[in-house]
T-cell receptor, first 111, second 115 residues
């Protein structure tokens, strides 16, 4: 089955710096989604990028998708302490209407 | 406020005692699903429903039941809970077509401990 895999697993940065996370997957997808989770709480959707899109922006977030390499990246610019969370990528494809999640990236932003 | 509401948020129970975790959404979403989150394993889908009276198995359905009698509700039933079902459970919903078309909205989670 599909599965996103983030890299690196844990990231510690200073406030104001940029944070980049990568995600790879194994098979063709319909879309790839990024979610944020704070301390075991519910997941919050950040961005959805479709297989025919290459880049998407939302505020301080930038997501890229390279379907030839089966990979995606999430960039958080000018990080804030409130960005401290776990970030998950998840893939979805027709024929299997579920999100296949990666293990998650823990990001700590130091004030 | 648009939301997915799960109850209870925390539950400790004993092996074999049937329990139900409720999930309700107020966004008129057709698609609803249940996930469990375990350390080292990430989130895995248990069951999903494309609409009323339509349910299907996810990756880890064993030991769970679901029903979708109303559009807004999607309860998760553990008929005979076992310790390996100790986990953090999330309910999620999406617009028509499900997650192949659009994002999922997640509840706050239910932390279940089976002793």
């Amino acid at each position: 089955s599909q599965q996103g895999e983030e890299d690196p697993q844990a990231l510690s940065i200073q406030e104001g710096e940029n944070a980049t996370m990568n995600c790879s997957y194994k098979t063709s997808i319909n879309n790839l989604q990024w979610y944020r989770q704070n301390s075991g709480r519910g997941l919050v959707h950040l961005i959805l990028i479709r297989s025919n899109e290459r880049e998407k922006h939302s505020g301080r977030l930038r997501v890229t998708l390279d379907t030839s390499k089966k990979s995606s990246s999430l960039l958080i610019t000018a990080s804030r302490a409130a960005d401290t969370a776990s970030y998950f990528c998840a893939t979805a494809y027709y024929g299997n209407n579920r999100l296949a999640f990666g293990k998650g990236n823990q990001v700590v932003v130091i004030p | 406020e648009a939301q997915v509401t799960q109850n209870p948020r925390y539950l400790i129970t004993v092996t074999g005692k049937k329990l139900t975790v409720t999930c309700s959404q107020n966004m008129n979403h057709e698609y609803m699903s249940w996930y469990r989150q375990d350390p080292g394993l990430g989130l895995r889908q248990i069951y999903y429903s494309m609409n009323v009276e339509v349910t299907d198995k996810g990756d880890v359905p064993e030991g769970y039941k679901v029903s979708r009698k109303e559009k807004r509700n999607f309860p998760l039933i553990l008929e005979s809970p076992s310790p390996n079902q100790t986990s953090l459970y999330f309910c999620a919903s999406s617009f028509q077509g499900g997650v192949v078309n659009t994002e999922a909205f997640f509840g706050q989670g239910t932390r279940l401990t089976v002793v």
